[in-house]
């Protein structure tokens, strides 16, 4: 499965599993067990729009694709930024 194909299968099992479609993968890796993804959802639409709550997913798909598991990881509004340069 190539890295494009993973993303796609990441993002669609997630948007079935959440009722929401993810905004964007922000990470995504090889691993022996097939691939690893983090994805960021919107989970809390406010005004302004810099105030909603996003969440990061972290996810877990088989080398063929499928979710074998996923886990929400941080949440934080859209407008914050991270100040740990390895996220």
Same mark, same amino acid.
């Given at each position: 499965?190539?890295?494009?194909?993973?993303?796609?299968?990441?993002? @669609?099992?997630?948007?079935?599993? #959440?009722? &929401?479609? +993810? %905004? /964007?993968? $922000?990470?995504?890796?090889?691993?022996?067990?097939?691939?690893?993804? @983090?994805?960021?959802?919107?989970? #809390?639409? &406010?005004? +302004? %729009? /810099?105030? $909603?709550?996003?969440?990061?997913?972290?996810?877990?798909?088989?080398?063929?694709?499928?979710?074998?598991?996923?886990? &929400?990881?941080?949440?934080?509004?859209?407008?914050?930024?991270?100040?740990?340069?390895?996220?």
């Amino acid at each position: 499965m190539s890295a494009s194909e993973a993303t796609k299968s990441a993002i @669609e099992q997630l948007t079935e599993l #959440l009722g &929401r479609a +993810p %905004e /964007t993968v $922000s990470a995504l890796r090889p691993t022996e067990q097939g691939w690893e993804a @983090e994805v960021e959802v919107l989970e #809390l639409e &406010r005004v +302004p %729009e /810099t105030s $909603s709550v996003m969440a990061s997913y972290q996810i877990v798909l088989d080398p063929a694709g499928r979710l074998m598991a996923y886990e &929400r990881g941080r949440r934080y509004t859209r407008a914050q930024v991270d100040r740990d340069s390895r996220r």
